[in-house]
């Protein structure tokens, strides 16, 4: 029989294709999952540098919210003891994880006179830190008395159409009180200057520090790289009387810090009343008061325009003759002072004190 031919179409075995070796297949596997974390962590850092900022924003804005709420709870307590007898108030705990207060001490100084009769018209004046000068227009000044803290001087004198020099040995660590009196033994005028202390809440920022300055029931602030602002003016008020007079309020705070607060999640602290002092009450006289303040050179102006704004606007429109409130004592700036126009109506002048000591 004839051998069989192979046929022309007829196909080869199917081809074994070469098949990879394992440490290849190892090294293809370890390949891709390194490329997997490289894209995760590639994504992630896009997405933390995308919201950083706005995660330094909102730390920021968290510390500064926890900053002003101290402030506010700070401030309500602080009047609250004040007004509490002496030797008396209250303990509160704040939460100071990235606040810091500090005390400002002596930091505001209030100088207020006035006459405490309409007969005579009295001017006294610091001539140095040993010599106060005392001017009676109608000469009826005969005696006067110097209060401080610590002690308390009388000085008799004759009466005089010229400024009569008083030597004294007070001194004036944290207030003086001026009282002249007439022949009968009357006060006629008086003249006080009292230094105020306050206490500055301090917070870190991304940008820097925020801080945070109460000072006799007024507050002040400053960003990084900001001046200090007024946002709170001093508890000075004007009210009309139901008998047509006026009374002109001043409360002076005057908070003490004794000892370090230290800082954490809950710091307790005292704050005790040092006793709430008068400096006036009744009808006044050619009234005068000054504001300085002593810690920054910004913040007297701001309160000098606050105080005249009313003042100015009545100026520049003419209406001086019907206006009542606050006015220059001398030069229109308030350099030298301010002073209350009531337009003749009667004056009834109220200044209180409110000392409290803060401590752990």
Same mark, same amino acid.
Do not use: C
């Given at each position: 029989?004839?051998?069989? !031919?192979?046929?022309? =179409?007829?196909?080869? #075995? $199917?081809?074994?294709?070469? +098949?990879?070796?394992?440490?290849? &297949?190892?090294? *293809? ?92 018209? !009295?001017?006294?004046? =610091?001539?140095?830190? #040993? $010599?106060?000068?005392?001017? +009676?227009?109608?000469?009826?000044? &005969?005696?006067? *008395? ?96 139901? =008998? ?117």
């Amino acid at each position: 029989m004839p051998k069989g !031919v192979p046929s022309v =179409n007829a196909q080869s #075995s $199917t081809v074994s294709h070469p +098949s990879l070796r394992r440490d290849q &297949r190892g090294v *293809s596997e370890v390949l891709g999952v390194v490329m997997m974390l490289a894209m995760v962590i590639t994504i992630m850092g896009g997405v933390w540098v995308f919201l950083n900022p706005y995660i330094g924003d909102f730390e920021d804005n968290t510390n500064w919210n926890s900053a002003n709420g101290i402030a506010e709870r700070f401030q309500d307590r602080i009047d609250v003891a004040g007004s509490a007898p002496e030797g008396t108030g209250i303990r509160h705990t704040l939460a100071l994880q990235s606040t810091m207060i500090q005390p400002i001490e002596k930091v505001e100084t209030w100088t207020i006179a006035a006459d405490l009769t309409p007969y005579d018209s !009295v001017i006294v004046r =610091n001539v140095n830190i #040993s $010599t106060i000068g005392v001017y +009676s227009m109608n000469e009826t000044a &005969r005696s006067m *008395s110097i209060e401080t803290e610590s002690s308390i001087e009388n000085y008799a004198f004759d009466s005089s159409h010229q400024e009569v020099l008083i030597n004294h040995t007070s001194s004036r660590q944290h207030w003086i009180s001026v009282t002249v009196y007439d022949a009968d033994g009357i006060a006629i005028h008086r003249s006080v200057t009292y230094i105020v202390s306050g206490i500055q809440i301090t917070t870190s920022l991304g940008m820097g520090e925020h801080q945070i300055a109460l000072m006799n029931d007024a507050r002040v602030e400053r960003f990084p790289n900001e001046p200090w602002r007024v946002t709170q003016y001093p508890n000075l008020e004007i009210d009309t009387l139901v =008998n047509g007079e006026f009374r002109l309020s001043l409360v002076l705070n005057d908070v003490l810090i004794n000892g370090s607060l230290g800082s954490g999640n809950n710091i307790g602290m005292n704050m005790i009343s040092l006793g709430p002092m008068t400096l006036f009450t009744g009808h006044a006289y050619n009234v005068k008061f000054t504001v300085d303040n002593a810690l920054n050179d910004m913040i007297t102006p701001q309160y000098h325009e606050r105080m005249l704004d009313e003042y100015t606007l009545n100026r520049a429109s003419g209406t001086l003759d019907t206006y009542v409130g606050y006015a220059p004592y001398l030069r229109a700036s308030g350099a030298d002072g301010f002073t209350v126009e009531t337009q003749g109506a009667q004056l009834f002048l109220e200044v209180d004190v409110k000392r409290v000591e803060v401590s752990r």
